[in-house]
């Protein structure tokens, strides 16, 4: 692994890279979820996905953020020709994540019951918890690997492990789903409880992610021996005398660890409150535990899932720019790092404006193609076109926390994400209660928190590098263009469905829409032939561009 002088925006196509694989990814995640929901109902989607929004949450205190980490530390030491140094870092964080994975890992199969019962009023989930258990502690060292390869700046073997990950999962699931799924039946019809089938069911459901991991990790183990060769040519390489002890390496990675760890916890922790608190205030409002864990399975199951399509590429170019700002910060070049906020900002909001537009637009015929269970598709329309905004402003909050990592300003993003944190459960609260709002209120209460972060997080980059992002072609075009866009699809929509079927009519008006909005978007000056030119594969639309007339 040769570390190569790369053009400033190489951060933009490693992102890209590993968004494409994540968006990959998250699409045959959905395409699972589909015949999954079929088999489990929304009763064990609920449980499928209180069990995964509780172990992501242990994940992130055990080793989610670890790649991060591990490539800010290697980065800077790669950055000084300090292969050596950069090596034992990664060999100190392997060390890391068996302690913090092993524990986390132990402690949530011990304590599955309890978390469910008393935490999410879900006590059925502990089945799935437990089943995901051992992948706490797996993740922890796929994300050590994954960490040192993104510290030299390449996410390919993050974004393929990601891709196989997926693909091993979607099989694994839905066998494992159906196979459970019945078991759970045999005891519900001799122990009298229905709910036990859906319960069990998830519980296969979840090994899919157990095994898939397992999986993934043997393919980042053999992509590292296979670049030992050239790693080790590195090393050897290395003339630095100054070798680091491992317990200042040790300290390093905890101080870098601890405050995104916390950041990340407060930021992702607040769907698995909300879903303790909604599902403890409508109790009292007489809903049965099938009733709202029906309406709570609607909104994780179906809006959350299509929400996370389009935040993939956030997700994924928040840790692509953190080892690019942290040697653009090293080496003290404030324009070099304005540079690559301003792009990468509104590279985002290019794409991620008119996917919330889209998505608005043609909900109910989106939930139709995807879902075939009829009664939940009022509700779950209804939630993406409230909720549409999330979108935008969980992709700019995930980015602009990523920024501020690279900067240096680790704690920053803790306390902003503590005080949108506060006051977003206050706003939930009396939207619940005062309002009566039901689901709503968590998506409008969400909204908020995010929209809060990126307030707070935007004021916070303005002030540490004198930044302002200029407006009128990050936000107001793409969101001109984007509504002209939605109008568009809605239209060709209604005229195509009248013969043509849904799936087909979606299909359609969405290939319409992306072809719409790259028009508007040019036509009213959002973007220029320099910046196109700096996004990855920018020279073929560039030239796509140029035949339709649009560019010079």
């Known amino acids: 692994m040769k570390e190569k002088k790369k053009s400033g925006n190489n951060f933009l ?21 589909i015949p999954l929901l079929n088999t489990l109902g929304n009763e064990g989607i609920s449980y499928y996905s209180t069990a995964n929004e509780i172990y992501a949450i242990i994940l992130m205190i055990s080793c989610f953020n670890l790649p991060l980490a591990i490539s800010k530390l290697v980065s800077e030491r790669v950055h000084r020709g300090e ?7 990664f060999l100190c964080a392997v060390r890391f994540a068996l302690l913090s994975g092993g524990s986390l890992a132990l402690l949530t199969y011990i304590f599955a019951g309890v978390i469910t019962k008393y935490l999410m ?9 437990r089943v995901l258990a051992p992948a706490i502690f797996i993740s922890a060292i796929i994300g050590t690997f994954r960490g040192y390869f993104q510290g030299y700046s390449t996410m390919v073997p993050t974004a393929v492990s990601q891709v196989i990950e997926q693909i091993a999962n979607a099989v694994i699931t839905l066998v494992c789903a159906n196979v459970m799924f019945s078991y759970g039946m045999s005891l519900a019809a001799s122990e009298g409880n229905p709910s036990l089938g859906p319960a069990w069911g998830a519980a296969g459901g979840t090994f899919g992610t157990v095994a898939s991991i397992t999986i993934a990790l043997v393919f980042m183990m053999f992509v590292y021996t296979a ?6 040519r590195n090393i050897r390489r290395d003339h630095s005398t100054k070798q680091e002890p491992a317990a200042r390496i040790y300290r390093l990675l905890f101080l870098t660890v601890l405050p995104v760890i916390l950041s990340t916890v407060v930021y992702n922790i ?27 399975g609607i909104y994780s199951g179906q809006f959350r899932v299509l929400m996370n399509v389009p935040l993939a590429l956030a997700s994924c170019l928040a840790p692509s720019i953190v080892p690019s700002l942290t040697a653009a910060m090293a080496t003290r070049n404030r324009v070099e790092a304005r540079n690559k906020i301003r792009i990468s900002i509104r590279f985002t909001m290019i794409l991620t404006i008119p996917c919330a537009a889209g998505m608005a637009a043609l909900a109910k015929p989106i939930i139709t193609m995807l879902f075939t269970q009829e009664s939940g598709v009022p509700l779950s329309a209804g939630i993406m076109q409230a909720g549409a905004l999330m979108i935008i402003f969980y992709a700019l909050s995930t980015l602009t926390t990523g920024i501020l990592q690279g900067l240096g300003r680790l704690k ?4 902003n994400c503590s005080i949108s944190l506060v006051l977003h459960f206050i706003l939930l609260y009396i939207l619940l209660t005062s309002a009566n709002l039901n689901i709503y209120a968590v998506v409008y209460a969400n909204i908020f928190f995010a929209a ?14 004198s930044y302002r992002q200029e407006w009128y072609r990050t936000f107001i075009v793409p969101a ?18 009248t013969f043509a079927g849904n799936t087909v009519s979606t299909v359609l008006s969405v290939l319409a829409g992306m072809v719409i909005y790259c028009i508007g978007l040019v036509s009213f000056r959002g973007i220029t032939i320099d910046e196109l030119s700096s996004f990855p594969k920018g020279h073929l639309i560039i030239r796509l561009l140029r035949k339709m007339g649009l560019a010079r």
């Open 227 to 232: 670049q030992k060769s050239t790693l080790m």
């Open 412 to 415: 920053t993003p803790l306390v």
């Open 270 to 296: 607040s769907n698995v409150v909300d879903q303790g608190i909604f599902f403890k205030i409508l109790s009292r409002q007489g809903y049965t535990d099938a009733q709202y864990g029906t309406i709570w």
């Open 121 to 129: 009023s879900y006590e059925l989930a502990k089945y799935s918890l």
């Open 452 to 465: 809060l972060i990126c307030i707070l997080n935007g004021a916070a980059i303005a002030r540490c590098m």
């Open 83 to 89: 292969y050596r140094n950069a090596h034992r870092v």
């Open 13 to 33: 196509v490693q992102g890209s890279i590993l968004a494409a694989a994540s968006i990959i990814a998250k699409i045959i995640g959905l395409i699972y979820r």
């Open 480 to 497: 001109i263009a984007s509504i002209i866009m939605a109008a568009a699809v809605y239209i060709v929509y209604a005229a195509l469905n």
